[in-house]
């Protein structure tokens, strides 16, 4: 018998069509929760076309790699990439893993101060000095110097982050680290770290509904996120000294300043890149998968991956999120290549 389709927000799992088909029309996989709406766009569109079910839970980019390293789903996601000791993982499990980027977004600093109504701006140094607990007043005199114009309250900033292992952690911290040598020396680089202030939610959706509920917070929230939920949120001075708003065309400047420093394995960062119109605190989601799919579904999952990263990408925009650049497609169809 048929099961109804349904899908599951609140819950943060996504079942992208229903269930009742066989295997061989169904793929799996797990991670990112910063792609959790374009893979529901994805999912919805792709078993239109091509009757193939895409069941996708948005559990966050460490658990996605944990689940396509345990060989549980067809495919993680993760918007930070795997790191060597997770490939080497991979290895003994008995095969390599590859990268291949799906989709590409934005960070943003969201905020919650119903009396401040122009947009804040913020630079780098600002908001790792607010997440290392050195900022603890919206009207300490950093803010007010970069806001001259703004009534900020003398109110404490209650500070969000996420509390489960995260892609979006992933490109804010790489970011902070690359602006703050205190960020970098203390806390560093991860999907998931010791958080020296603030309140942890899972998700983008916890962060999100923390930050949309709560007087005085910041929290930093993938583009798409912000948007849906009407959050308020920052522009980020650039490398060349420009606030920019966060914006498909702006992650997209980004993108495009960063192809030629891209390495072959495609594990990269597009933080902090160069060009007056790049968003600094733009990432990239990538898809982690086996070469050897340990189901037997190599070339449906080279099939999907292949249709996200060509006809899937039209969909990019009206969900805020950045298209691939043509230079980066060509390079990841040579890695689609290895799928077996």
């Given at each position: 018998?048929?099961?109804?389709?349904?899908?599951?927000?609140?819950?943060?799992?996504?079942?992208a069509i229903g269930c009742g088909k066989g295997d061989d029309k169904r793929l799996s996989g797990a991670g990112s929760t910063f792609v959790y709406p374009m893979m529901s766009k994805w999912a919805s569109e792709y078993d239109k076309s091509r009757n193939i079910q895409v069941n996708y839970q948005s559990i966050g980019s460490g658990g996605g790699i944990q689940q396509m390293t345990a060989k549980t789903v067809d495919f993680g996601c993760t918007d930070g990439p795997m790191n060597e000791e997770q490939i080497e993982k991979c290895r003994q499990s008995g095969s390599e893993a590859v990268h291949i980027p799906l989709i590409m977004g934005a960070d943003v600093p969201a905020y919650n101060l119903a009396e401040v109504k122009d947009q804040l701006k913020f630079t780098g140094a600002v908001l790792a000095d607010i997440?290392?607990?050195?900022?603890?007043?919206?009207?300490?005199?950093?803010?007010?110097?970069?806001?001259?114009?703004?009534?900020?309250?003398?109110?404490?900033?209650?500070?969000?982050?996420?509390?489960?292992g995260s892609g979006t952690t992933y490109i804010w911290v790489d970011y902070l680290a690359k602006v703050s040598d205190e960020w970098k020396k203390k806390v560093g680089v991860a999907t998931s770290v010791n958080w020296p202030c603030g309140i942890g939610q899972k998700g983008n959706e916890g962060v999100a509904?923390?930050?949309?509920?709560?007087?005085?917070?910041?929290?930093?929230?993938?583009?798409v996120y912000a948007l849906q939920n009407a959050i308020k949120?920052?522009?980020?001075?650039?490398?060349?000294?420009?606030?920019v708003t966060a914006s498909h065309e702006s992650v997209t400047a980004a993108a495009n300043a960063s192809l030629k420093e891209i390495p072959d394995?495609?594990?990269?960062?597009?933080?902090?890149?160069?060009?007056?119109?790049?968003?600094p605190i733009s990432g990239t989601v990538w898809a982690v998968v086996y070469v050897n799919n340990p189901s037997g579904k190599g070339r449906q999952v080279r099939d999907f991956l292949f249709w996200v990263t060509h006809e899937g990408q039209r969909y990019a925009d009206a969900l805020h999120y950045s298209r691939l650049p043509q230079g980066l497609i060509e390079r990841l169809e040579k890695k689609l290549d290895q799928i077996k």
């Open positions: 018998m048929k099961t109804a389709p349904f899908l599951i927000v609140a819950g943060i799992s996504l079942w997440y290392l607990g050195k900022i603890k007043k919206w009207n300490d005199s950093a803010l007010k110097n970069l806001n001259p114009e703004a009534q900020l309250p003398d109110q404490e900033i209650v500070v969000v982050h996420r509390s489960d509904g923390q930050v949309r509920r709560t007087s005085g917070s910041i929290g930093y929230i993938e583009l949120f920052g522009s980020v001075q650039n490398q060349d000294g420009v606030f394995d495609l594990r990269y960062s597009i933080t902090n890149a160069a060009g007056k119109e790049s968003f």
